[in-house]
């Protein structure tokens, strides 16, 4: 990468946008270009940051909320805020499982470790994630029990945010290892009253997926058998085991949604320089697993151009674009995007993220953007896939730069919406669309005969005459509601940004979210 003095750079500024060129300029620079023009509450950040390190998940949260509490100020007492922002119970616990070698080696028994937070119960029941990770640790759970009830209350979903985890590396551990330790992590928050249908509902999270949820569901039915609903006991679940279709691209369809919307509003595109619209727009995503996959595959369909896809065995670019469905069997098949064929490889996964685009999304863990490379991420719009990818300091810097961030408990809230429908589901015991799919049909293909009758034959293309005579699908009906949150959620949050006068969507977000979890606390009261 051949990068042009600085005079030039400087020069330069005259006849282009901001964020297309500091990036480049501070790099060269050494950031002082930068530094000049920091607002005070993104040089305290900095320093935080500098002096004590990135801070942890947890600690970023209650940065953002600290924020949106001061935005709020005067309109709820102090005690209120606590409550709505205070985890209301963790569980921690351990279980013998037996090993890949038991019985031949009777020894080999492992403990595992298990976590369950539950953050709030103003709306019920909890609902949140299972993740499996050797990096699960109590503040991670809490932190995202606490975004998971946020998130819930951004998109108006009636549930409070709860998070589980396991500390384990499913990827070292045979099939039949993973089930013993699924099953008995299920069997523990079953007896502990910790998992129900009007209790607490999981879903899959980093490694899981369908299949442990369809095995989490065995042992809850098992154990509650006289439960009618126990079906509803958990989501994310295969088609054939009481899931609903949409559920699995749901995140990454949310996402689409909410960052077409954002991309819709003139006033925010002229800001970065960009024409309204998705077609044309280039997207770098880091992280090609369930989210990442889906979200792209979506901005590909709209006309956007995948340039660069960065997972953990290396990243791949193509400034005319990848091929996406053929980079997802590549994966599939070699475990990983490096030397895909259709594209080049990035030399650093770590700087691959600052390469040009329009659009970024940050679809892997937590704390990917920090004070230490978001002043070199040249993206004008970021869009979270993942879960707290951006640190405070990271996101003071892009916004002092005009860089459009749409935020995690916004953009990837389209997982938990679904994963509602799917609850609904489970409680109504029938397919969404059953009851009135023939009807629609039948009444629409009356309606165009009469219209024929009066009008003469109605032509034009075939699936166009086809969709308008179909009777809706429990998928179509499942994208439509996830449609309409997403929109909606995206629209009331900039609203408040712009009554407010916030240049931070996330903040935005946080306070609508705070001021519908206080209003529940307010109108339920205190008792005893």
Known sequence: HVQPSLTAMLAALTKSTLSTVLPTAARVAGNTLFQRNYSAVAKQLIK??????????????????????????????????????????????????????????????????????QHSHHRRPCKGGIRYSDDVHEDEVVALATLMTLKCAVVDVPFGGSKGGVKIDPKKMDAGTVERVTRRYAAELTRRNLMGPSIDVPAPDYNTGPREMAWISDVYGGIKFDDLDASACITGKPISQ???????????????????EQCNVAEDMEQVGLTTGLRGKTVIVQGFGNVGYWAVKFFHDAGSKIVGVIEQDGAIFNKDGLDINKLHTYKAAMGGVKDFPGGVNFADINKAMEEPCDIFIPAALENSITAANAPNIQAKIISEGANGPTTPAAEAILLDRGTLIVPDILANAGGVTVSYFEWLKGLGHVRFGRLRHRFEEHSK?????????????????????????????EKELVYSGLEDAMCEAFQTVRGIMTEKKLKSMRIAAFVSSIQRIARAYEEMGIWP
């Open 48 to 117: 935080e940051e500098k002096e004590s390190g990135a801070p942890s998940f947890l600690e970023c949260v209650f940065k953002y909320f600290d924020q949106a509490e001061e935005v709020l100020k005067g309109a709820y007492s102090p005690a209120l805020l606590r409550q709505v922002r205070e985890c209301d119970a963790v569980h921690e616990f351990k279980f013998p499982v037996r090993g890949p070698s038991f019985p031949q080696n009777p020894n080999d028994i492992m403990i595992i470790k298990g976590y369950r937070a």
């Open 242 to 260: 009481g899931g609903v279709r949409g559920r699995t691209e749901a995140t990454g369809l949310g996402l689409f949604y909410a960052t077409r």
């Open 445 to 473: 293909q009356t309606l165009i005969r009469v219209l024929e009758s009066k009008l003469g034959e109605i032509t034009g293309a075939e699936e166009d005459l086809h969709f308008l005579a179909k009777g809706a699908t």
